[in-house]
């Protein structure tokens, strides 16, 4: 069965940083593409970033670009997303997903995290 289990969400203040983690088991790790999704209730989910089976290669979208970092580890099948710079309109339940290639919609992926909340607020 796959599972992903996310967490490190919080509370922070703008400009502040937190660390979100990905523990991922039940599937052939190197074999997905493990991507980051956030959605605000009533919205659809937005990617933060992706890194790709084939290369590792990593996407970002310009929003959270230069702020965001993903990386993966795997011999421990952790995948991990560095936040910095927060800012409230980064608030979001944020969740991680697998998947055959980095899909622009979540919606692609066959696999989802059950998602932790990031709140950034003063």
């Known amino acids: 069965e796959v599972q992903l289990v996310e967490s490190g969400g919080g509370l922070v203040q703008p400009g502040g940083s937190l660390r979100l983690s990905c523990a991922a088991s039940g599937f052939t790790f190197d074999d997905y593409a493990i991507g980051w999704f956030r959605q605000i209730s009533g919205k659809e989910p937005e990617g933060v970033s992706c890194i790709s089976r084939s290369d590792g290669s990593l996407y970002y979208p310009d929003s959270v670009k230069g702020r965001f970092t993903m990386s993966k580890d795997n011999a421990k099948n952790m995948v991990y997303l560095q936040m910095n710079s927060l800012k409230p309109e980064d608030t979001a339940v944020y969740f991680c997903?697998?998947?055959?290639?980095?899909?622009?919609?979540?919606?692609?992926?066959?696999?989802w995290g059950q998602g932790t909340q990031v709140t950034v607020s003063s």
């Open positions: 997903v697998a998947g055959r290639l980095c899909y622009n919609s979540a919606y692609d992926f066959g696999s």
